[in-house]
Each structure stands twice: as structure tokens, then as C-alpha cells.
């Protein structure tokens, strides 16, 4: 199976789709003046060039429940932001991924937006790739030698010359609007931390289609959201998960003034493999920010092309995240019976809900080999935290640095 991924703005004329023999399907992103809407999957003929504008037409209407004169009105029921556009600093990390990092680049130089900067932050690369791609360009350029990406996004929060900063991640591209999305979640006085939309770059593989199809993926919406400690339960508060990725977030300088920056132990590069995005969500929540998701906020990510790749990512899942409830475990006091009984019951879940009832019931495509990947991190998190801790203690001796878990 292989998908067509293109997009369709509802303020313009419908035209033909053209370039699609060979493709089972079109994913089609729906937008007014710019802003996402829904995302419109049409199956066709594999054998058809085309996906006339009349088909167009009528999948949106009977699929979405869009009228002409919808269309037009939606805009209105979007808030106008009353304040300027703020300067923003944009962090990328990256580490021997030169030809992503040039497409990632690429799209950032297309930004339509006034006022931003672009921190490339290469974390230890083994060759000079990185550094050349961005010679070819306008940004800057930072090595941080401490190989692990918080160790990253630490540098380039230093680094930083704006009062918000931005991360995108070097396998994502831009859309043209993505830091106006961002701007718009800050127009929230109370916003510490913003998340957006990510949608797939291509649907070309079947391990593509798989993490797609597998928890909505990235995406969390197309509804822009406010989560607020007070305004969640205790189970929400651990869940943030929902609330974004790191691929796609930015945050206020000043919280973390207030409340540290990432913790160093975590994300890709430790044995943690991941959750230094959710450890941050959560320790802002907890110091009384509130975090808009704006999917106006949109980035395209190229998923994994095979089945390995994709394996692998199951496994740091649940071992990333395994690791941030050990986290959430040791701080939390009185509470521990609560993050206990959690675990417990998010993998008794995870069990009887992915294993039993979506297989047998609802057709679940992940296969056998890849639910086990995911259940085989988790089962790991145990001594991928105790690992993953003496390793950023190691780090710091090694550099001369005092303390652990955060780098300031």
C-alpha cells in the first residue's frame, strides 16, 4: 500500500491531483486561509493518474460536512491575535544526519515569519557533514561534545537569543505558518510551553503506515487545547503524553529560570532512549505553566521506513517511558501508590487492550514482533533508569560538571 500525501486549502479553487498512478490512496490535509483543518483519506485505483477536482469536491463535503459557505465563515471562528509577533529562537539538534538536516533547513528558510533565528546544535557528529550543511545557509552553527539530546537542547537554550525557543527535531520539515502556530499558543499570558501538530512526511512503506495507523501517530488534533495542572487529575498530569511530542514544542525562557532545564539522563543518545520532552511537560505543569497545543503549529515528520527502524522506536517508547514513571516514582512521596497503581493498570490495559481486543476485535495492524518490542521496553525501564543515571553522572565527571539531572 502506498499513500499520496498532499494538502487542499479550502479558500482556493479544487484542481485535479495529478501524479498518483501507482498510489492506493490519498492523504489529503484540509485547510482554510492556511490553517489545518482535518485530514481527508480517500482510497482510488491504483492504475488512476488522478483525483479529478469534482472527486475532490465531493469527498470534502460528504466526508467532512463542508458546505461553500462554511468554508468561508470558519475563518471567523478563529481568535485574532492581539499582540506582535514575537522574535523567536529555533534550536535544531542533530548529529550525523546530514541529508535530513539539509531538507530540514530548507523548510526553515522558507518560514513566513518576520522576526526568528535558526541555532543548529550538532551534537558530537563523527565527520564535518553537519558542519557543512550549514555553512550552505544563514544560521548558526554550535557543537556541544556531550553526546545525548537533552545534553542538545540544554546548549541550545543557552545559546538562544530570543525570549521563546523553539525545537524542532532534524528528520521534520516546517510548514511555512509553523511559528505563527507557535505564536498564537503564546498569546496566552499563562503559556510556559507550546506543542503543535505533526503529520507524516510520506506514507510510502508499511512500517510508515503502521505508526501512522497506531495511536493517531504524532498527531494529537486538530483542536487546539489548554492543559493546566489545576484543571487535570492526577493520571492526566502523567499522561502528557497527550499533550505533544519534542519534535514539535517551544517553551518561555523564563521557565526555566524557574524550573531547570532537561534533564540530561534522558532522551535519545542515554540508555533512557527517550521522555526528556514528557519530564519537561510534566515539571512545567507541576510549577503552575499552562501548555497550549496549536495545531495550527505544524510540522511534517519522516517516520521510519522499515520495519527495524520502527521496532527500534517501539522499544525506546516503552522504555522512555517506563523510565519517566520510575522518575515520576522517586519524587513523588506520598504519592508513589498512585504512579504504582498507574503503571499497573496502564499496561494491564496495554495487555488486555492490544494484545486481546483491538487484534481480534477492531483488526489492529501492529504485528506480534512490534507490540512485543514495545511491552520488552517497558519491561526494561528498570534498569534502563539505574543505567542511564550512573551514565550522566559519568558524563559530568568526565566534563568537570557538578550535580546531576539538569545542565544549566
Not at 460536512?65 to 514575537?86: C, K, N, Q, V
Not at 493520571?235 to 526555566?256: L, P, Q, S, W
Amino acid at each position: 500500500m502506498r499513500t499520496f500525501v498532499t494538502e487542499y486549502d479550502l479558500s482556493r479553487s479544487p484542481a485535479t491531483i495529478w501524479g498518483l498512478s501507482g498510489y492506493t490512496h490519498v492523504n489529503i490535509l484540509v485547510r482554510n486561509h492556511g490553517r489545518p483543518l482535518d485530514i481527508l483519506r480517500v482510497a482510488k485505483n491504483a492504475a488512476s493518474p488522478a483525483l479529478t477536482e469534482l472527486d475532490l469536491e465531493r469527498e470534502i463535503d460528504s466526508r467532512l460536512g463542508m458546505s461553500l459557505p462554511l468554508r468561508f465563515g470558519y475563518d471567523r471562528l478563529l481568535p485574532p491575535i492581539t499582540m506582535e509577533w514575537p522574535a523567536i529562537s529555533v534550536i535544531v539538534c542533530t548529529r550525523d544526519r546530514p541529508y535530513a538536516l539539509r531538507r530540514c533547513l530548507g523548510a526553515l528558510s522558507r518560514l513566513d515569519y518576520d522576526s526568528y533565528e535558526v541555532v543548529v546544535i550538532d551534537n558530537a557528529s563523527r565527520t564535518a557533514e553537519t558542519l557543512e550543511v550549514v555553512r550552505g545557509t544563514t544560521f548558526r552553527y554550535v557543537c556541544e561534545e556531550r553526546q545525548g539530546l537533552d545534553w542538545a537542547r540544554n546548549r541550545g537554550v543557552r545559546e538562544a537569543r530570543y525570549d521563546i525557543v523553539a525545537f524542532v527535531d532534524d528528520d521534520a520539515k516546517v510548514d511555512a505558518g509553523w511559528l505563527r502556530g507557535m505564536a498564537r499558543g503564546f498569546a496566552d499570558p499563562d503559556a510556559m510551553a507550546v506543542t503543535g501538530l505533526v503529520l507524516p512526511a510520506e506514507l510510502m512503506t508499511r512500517a510508515q503506515h503502521i505508526i501512522e495507523g497506531y495511536g493517531n501517530g504524532m498527531s494529537k488534533g486538530f483542536k487546539p487545547k489548554r492543559f493546566a495542572a489545576s484543571d487535570m487529575s492526577e493520571t492526566d498530569r502523567i499522561e502528557v503524553h497527550r499533550i505533544g511530542v519534542g519534535t514539535n514544542m517551544a517553551y518561555r525562557r523564563i521557565i526555566f529560570d524557574k524550573i531547570g532545564v532537561f534533564d540530561t539522563a534522558l532522551d535519545v543518545g542515554t540508555p533512557s532512549g527517550g521522555a526528556g520532552d514528557l519530564d519537561m511537560f510534566h515539571r512545567v505543569l507541576l510549577a503552575g505553566g499552562v501548555i497550549r497545543y496549536e495545531p495550527e503549529a505544524l510540522v511534517w515528520h519522516q517516520h521510519r521506513r522499515n520495519m527495524e527502524g520502527l521496532r527500534r522506536q517501539l522499544y525506546l517508547n516503552g522504555c522512555g517511558f517506563g523510565v519517566f514513571l520510575i522518575k515520576r516514582w522517586s519524587e513523588a512521596d506520598g504519592r508513589r501508590g498512585t504512579i504504582v497503581r498507574y503503571a499497573i493498570g496502564r499496561w494491564g490495559r496495554w495487555l488486555v487492550g492490544r494484545l486481546v481486543l483491538k487484534r481480534y476485535r477492531h483488526g489492529h495492524n501492529l504485528p506480534w514482533r512490534l507490540m512485543w518490542a514495545e511491552l520488552r521496553g517497558a519491561l526494561h525501564a528498570p534498569w534502563a533508569y539505574l543505567a542511564t543515571y550512573r551514565h550522566d553522572r559519568r558524563t559530568r565527571e568526565k566534563f568537570g560538571i557538578d550535580g546531576t539531572g539538569n545542565d544549566r
